[in-house]
């Protein structure tokens, strides 16, 4: 466990997002140690400046693992920025002799024991019921046209955390 004494395994779970991305730290026992979203506003290199935001992180909590999403199979619409980002954050990852993993949305959504038709809405409020003191933080359901909300990513980070968590039971 990267030579602490802490007895807890912690998880550091990134979401990329256009401007930057989610995150949060998990220690397997479930408890949340931080959440939120770290801008990245860079009109180039945006990918390294995420991947030095990161770094900062790994190096302030150093996590044993970090979750991500798992950006390749069908149906992955997001960025091919964000792609390359995820691949960064791995590479990252073996760098400082972290354990790497990802997940897909539909492991993200087996682990809540939900179905496709079931909203990111739908997990962040489970996450929230999970962890009331996210409850504030709960973003609007969505319509039609609208933006995601500032937070989303941060509640999709801890989904990604919490699928971790649930697969090690």
Same mark, same amino acid.
């Given at each position: 466990?990267?030579?602490?004494?802490?007895?807890?395994?912690? /998880?550091?779970?990134i979401? @990329? &997002?256009?401007?930057?991305?989610?995150?949060? %730290?998990?220690e397997? !026992?479930?408890?949340?140690?931080?959440?939120?979203?770290?801008?990245?506003r860079? #009109?180039h290199?945006?990918?390294?400046?995420?991947?030095?935001? /990161?770094?900062?992180?790994?190096e302030?909590?150093q996590p044993? /693992?970090?979750? *991500?999403?798992?950006?390749? $199979?069908? $149906?992955?619409? #997001?960025?091919? #920025?964000?792609?390359?980002?995820?691949? &960064?954050?791995?590479?990252?990852?073996?760098? =400082?002799?972290?354990?790497? +993993? =990802?997940?897909? =949305?539909?492991? %993200? +959504? !087996?682990?809540?024991? /939900?179905?496709?038709?079931? *909203?990111?809405?739908?997990? &962040?409020?489970?996450?929230?019921?999970?962890? @009331?003191?996210?409850?504030? &933080?709960?973003?609007?359901?969505?319509?039609?046209?609208?933006?995601e909300?500032?937070?989303?990513?941060?509640?999709?980070?801890?989904?990604?955390?919490?699928?971790?968590?649930?697969?090690?039971?």
């Amino acid at each position: 466990m990267r030579g602490n004494s802490r007895r807890e395994l912690r /998880v550091l779970s990134i979401d @990329p &997002a256009s401007r930057g991305f989610g995150f949060c %730290v998990l220690e397997v !026992a479930g408890r949340l140690v931080d959440w939120g979203t770290r801008s990245a506003r860079s #009109r180039h290199n945006r990918n390294e400046r995420c991947v030095a935001i /990161v770094k900062k992180l790994i190096e302030e909590y150093q996590p044993d /693992v970090l979750v *991500t999403e798992k950006c390749d $199979g069908h $149906g992955w619409r #997001r960025h091919i #920025r964000v792609r390359e980002l995820i691949d &960064a954050l791995v590479n990252l990852a073996h760098e =400082q002799k972290i354990k790497a +993993r =990802q997940f897909t =949305q539909k492991e %993200v +959504r !087996a682990a809540f024991g /939900v179905d496709e038709a079931t *909203t990111k809405h739908d997990i &962040a409020r489970a996450i929230a019921n999970r962890f @009331p003191e996210l409850e504030p &933080a709960l973003p609007d359901r969505r319509k039609a046209g609208d933006n995601e909300a500032h937070h989303e990513r941060t509640f999709s980070a801890i989904g990604l955390a919490v699928t971790f968590w649930h697969e090690r039971k």
